[in-house]
C-alpha cells in the first residue's frame, strides 16, 4: 500500500516516509510541519519546555561548546579556526574582528540549507532560487529567533563501549550502530520521550584535542572519524522516536569513511553516500557536531542521571547555513 500526501503527518511513521507516492522524496518529511524551517525541532514545544524546566533541582550549569579555535588544526582543511583581532577607534575603546570565521568549525548545528537532497531540492521543496545570502527560507535563523529548548538526554556510548571490554578506537575511526543508542539506553535505565534532544558522548572530540600532531595528522589526511554507520536504521530511529535534536561530540556524527555498501551511495553520489542527505535535507533534523559533552557526561555518570533542561540557541543569522551551537544544559 502506497502513502498519499494525506496521509502523511507528523504521526507518520519513518516507513510511512519511504513509502510516499506524492512527488516528494522517499523517506522524507517534507510537507508534515506548518513551520518547515524548523525542522524536525518542531517535535520539542511548550510542553516538552515544562517538562524539562522541572528537571531543574541542583542549579548546575554546563556549556556544550568549545571555544571557536579550538579545532587547529580542523578535520575539515577549509574550516580553520578565525584569526582574532583587536581593534581600537580610540585608546579608551576595544573592538573585535574575526577574519575566517568559518560558523561550523567548532561545536555547532548544521542547518536545513547544509544538504539538497539530490535530484529534488532542499528541505520541503524550497527553491533553489530562494537559498541565497540574506534570505530567511530554512536559514538557522530559524532557531535563533525560535529557540531549540527541551529535555536533553545523554547517551554514553563511550561508558557503553568501555563497558563492553571494547572502548572505542578513534584512531582508526569505529562505526556505530543505531542499535547501540537503545542498549545505552537500557544501561543507563532510562527511555526516549518525544521531542527529546538527543546528544551522543564517544569521547571523540576530547580525544582529538588531547591527541598527539602526529594523530591528529594521521585521521585528518585519511578524514577518519568515529561516527554512525550509514544506514537507513538511524534515520529511521530519529523520526520513529520523533528527536527534536541530533548532536554529538563527533565530527560529522556519520563516519568516515563511508562505509562501503552505503544504502545511499546512488541516492547521494555528490559525498559517496553520506546521511546528510537523509537527516538534513530528508527528515529536517538539526544536526550537532564536535559538541563538548565530556563535563556533562562525567557528571551524568557521578549522578548517575541522565537528562538535563538544554537550550541551543544559534546565532540570528539570517539565511545561514550553521552556526556555532551556543548550547547549555542546566541540572
Known amino acids: 500500500m502506497t502513502t498519499s500526501v ?7 511513521t519513518y516507513a510511512d516516509l519511504c513509502a510516499r507516492t506524492d512527488g516528494a522524496p522517499a523517506g522524507s518529511s517534507w510537507g508534515v510541519f506548518e513551520n518547515p524551517d524548523r525542522g524536525t525541532a518542531n517535535f520539542a514545544g511548550p510542553r516538552q519546555v515544562r517538562e524539562a524546566a522541572a528537571l531543574v533541582d541542583r542549579g548546575a550549569v554546563f556549556a556544550l561548546d568549545y571555544p571557536l579555535g579550538a ?18 577607534a580610540h585608546a579608551e575603546s576595544r573592538d573585535d574582528l574575526l577574519d575566517g570565521f568559518y560558523l561550523q568549525a567548532s561545536s555547532h548545528l548544521d542547518g536545513l540549507r547544509h544538504r539538497r537532497v539530490s535530484g529534488h531540492g532542499f528541505y520541503d521543496g524550497v527553491p533553489d532560487g530562494e537559498i541565497v545570502a540574506a534570505t530567511p527560507p530554512l536559514g538557522i535563523q530559524a532557531w535563533s529567533q525560535d529557540p531549540i529548548v527541551g529535555r536533553g538526554v545523554l547517551i554514553d556510548l563511550d561508558g557503553l563501549f568501555a563497558e ?14 543505531a542499535a547501540d543508542l537503545d542498549a545505552a539506553l537500557i544501561r543507563q535505565g532510562c527511555e526516549i520521550r518525544e521531542g527529546d534532544l538527543v546528544l551522543v558522548h564517544t569521547g571523540w572530540a576530547n580525544w582529538y584535542l588531547g591527541a598527539s600532531d602526529e594523530e591528529r595528522d594521521e585521521v585528518r589526511t585519511g578524514r577518519r572519524s568515529t561516527g554512525f554507520a550509514q544506514s537507513r536504521e538511524l534515520p529511521q530511529w530519529l ?9 554529538t561530540d563527533t565530527f560529522a556524527v556519520e563516519v568516515l569513511p563511508v562505509l562501503p555498501g552505503s544504502p545511499f551511495a546512488e541516492s547521494a553520489p555528490e559525498d559517496a553516500g553520506m546521511m546528510h542527505q537523509e537527516l538534513i535535507g530528508k527528515l529536517g533534523v538539526p544536526l550537532g557536531e564536535l559538541w563538548n559533552l565530556t ?18 540557541k544559534p546565532l540570528n543569522f539570517v539565511g545561514g547555513v550553521g552556526s556555532p551551537c551556543n548550547a547549555t544544559a542546566v541540572r
Open 239 to 247: 523520526w520513529d522516536n520523533k528527536i527534536a535534536l541530533f548532536a
Open 6 to 12: 494525506r496521509e502523511i503527518d507528523a504521526d507518520a
Open 295 to 312: 563535563a556533562l557526561a562525567e557528571d551524568s555518570r557521578r549522578t548517575h542521571s541522565w537528562d538535563a533542561l538544554v537550550t541551543v
Open 71 to 88: 579545532f587547529d588544526p580542523p578535520m575539515a582543511r577549509s574550516r580553520t579556526a578565525p584569526k582574532h583581532t583587536i581593534v581600537s
Open 164 to 177: 563492553r571490554g571494547r572502548p572505542l578506537d578513534h584512531p582508526r575511526g569505529p562505526a556505530i550502530d
